[in-house]
C-alpha cells in the first residue's frame, strides 16, 4: 500500500468513531528505527535543524519588516530541495522573479562562497563590463539553480490569492488558478514522494481580504492550512508579519499581527529578533537607554553598507522541541544567513545576554 493510499485509509477511518486501538499497528509501523536525526526535512542549516529537529508540520516564521524572514525561509526552502524535496512557494509579496533572484544569491554564497548584491544580478547580469569574477558566480549559480530548480515552483500574486483547499461550491465559480492542495497533489505525483515542503510568504496574505469578519476568515485559514497538512503529508513554513507595537515590546506572542490562530494553530512558532528587538527583549522597562539607541543605529548604518548583522532566532513555541534561542548572523545586503556569532558583534550579543557556555 502506498503512502497516499495509507492515508487515504486513515482519512476513511476518521469518518466513523473508530477506537484507539484500530490505529496502533499503523503508528507502530510509523515509528522511526533510529537512522533518522531529525523529525522533520533537512534543510542543511545545521544550526536551524538542530533548534526545531528540522522543517516538521506547520512552522509560522515571525518577524519585523526587514528582519530577513523571507531570507531565512527561502534558504531553508533551497536546503530541502538541495536535499530532493519537492517545494511549492507562494509569493504573494515578491514576483517570481524577484525570488529567483534572492535564491541565485543564496546559492551563490552555499556553492561559490561569493557574495552578489542583488542589483548587480537584476541590473547588471548580462553588462559586458561587470567584473569577470561576479559574471561567473552569476553564470556557475544560474546553472546550479537551473539542476535543483526542477523541484522549486513559484506561484507569485498574478493571478491572485489561491485557495488552501479544493473549492467546494459551484464549480462554475472554481477559480482557474489550482488551490494548494491540488499543487501539493500534483507535485507528489510528478516527483512519486511523499513529502512536498510548502512556503507561504506571508501567513496574513493568504487569508481572503473579502471577508469582512477578519479574525474569522484568520481563523479559517490557519484551520485550512492545518487540515492541509494532515491530508497530504507536506511541511509547511509560512512566514508572518509582526505589528507596530512590536517596535518598543519583547512580548513576542502578541506581536505577531492578527488573531492568536496563528499562535495556537502551528506546531512550531518561530522568531526572528532584529538588534533592537534583542535589547528590548531583555525586559529593560523604560526603554532602550540613549547609548543603546545609537548601539541600533550604528548597527542599522553597518548593515546598509554591506557589514553582517546579529539577530536571534527564537522558538517562542514548541510542540516538540521547546522554547529556545540560537544566535544567527544576517547578511543583509546579499540575502542569506549564517549560524552562530558575527566576530564584528560579538560583545553586542553578550550584552543581550546571549553568552556562550
Do not use: W
Request: glycine share 8%; with cysteine; hydrophobic share 35%.
Amino acid at each position: 500500500m502506498t503512502p497516499d493510499e495509507k492515508r487515504q485509509l486513515k482519512l476513511e477511518k476518521e469518518l466513523a468513531l473508530t477506537p484507539v486501538s484500530n490505529f496502533l499497528e499503523d503508528y507502530e509501523a510509523d515509528l522511526g528505527d533510529g537512522t533518522k536525526k531529525y523529525r522533520g526535512l533537512v534543510s542543511g542549516f545545521t544550526e536551524v535543524d538542530d533548534l526545531i529537529s528540522g522543517l516538521d508540520r506547520f512552522i509560522i516564521l515571525g518577524g519585523r519588516s526587514g528582519a530577513g524572514k523571507t531570507t531565512l525561509a527561502l534558504q531553508l526552502a533551497l536546503g530541502v530541495a538541495e536535499k530532493g524535496t519537492p517545494v511549492i512557494i507562494y509569493s504573494l509579496e515578491m514576483c517570481r522573479a524577484e525570488i529567483i533572484t534572492k535564491l541565485l544569491q543564496v546559492i551563490a554564497h552555499e556553492q561559490y562562497r561569493y557574495d552578489i548584491y542583488a542589483n548587480s544580478i537584476d541590473l547588471r547580469g548580462n553588462d559586458p563590463n561587470l567584473d569577470k569574477d561576479t559574471k561567473e558566480a552569476i553564470k556557475s549559480s544560474l546553472a546550479h539553480l537551473n539542476e535543483v530548480g526542477k523541484l522549486i515552483y513559484v506561484r507569485d500574486s498574478v493571478n491572485g490569492v489561491p485557495d488552501i483547499l479544493d473549492y467546494e461550491g459551484d464549480r462554475k465559480k472554481k477559480q482557474s488558478l489550482k488551490s494548494i492542495y491540488q499543487d501539493v497533489t500534483d507535485a507528489k505525483a510528478t516527483h512519486k514522494v511523499d513529502r512536498v515542503l510548502v512556503l507561504i510568504d506571508s501567513v496574513q496574505d493568504i487569508v481572503k481580504a473579502e471577508n469582512a469578519q477578519q479574525t474569522q476568515a484568520e481563523v479559517g485559514a490557519l484551520a485550512d492550512l492545518t487540515i492541509l497538512q494532515q491530508r497530504t503529508g507536506a511541511t509547511i513554513l509560512a512566514t508572518a508579519q509582526k505589528n507596530k507595537a512590536s517596535t518598543t515590546s519583547s512580548d513576542d506572542y502578541g506581536d505577531l499581527m492578527g488573531s492568536m490562530s496563528y499562535i495556537h494553530k502551528p506546531n512550531t512558532v518561530l522568531m526572528l529578533n532584529t538588534p533592537r528587538e534583542m535589547l528590548t527583549g531583555k525586559g529593560s522597562k523604560g526603554g532602550l537607554t540613549k547609548e543603546q539607541q545609537q548601539e541600533v543605529r550604528d548597527i542599522e548604518n553597518d548593515a546598509r553598507k554591506g557589514i553582517p548583522s546579529p539577530t536571534l532566532l527564537k522558538v517562542i513555541k514548541g510542540r516538540f522541541t521547546g522554547a529556545r534561542a540560537i544566535p544567527l548572523t544576517y547578511h543583509g545586503a546579499y540575502s542569506y544567513f549564517t549560524g552562530g556569532k558575527s566576530d564584528r558583534y560579538v560583545d553586542f550579543y553578550d550584552e543581550c545576554g546571549l553568552i556562550d557556555d
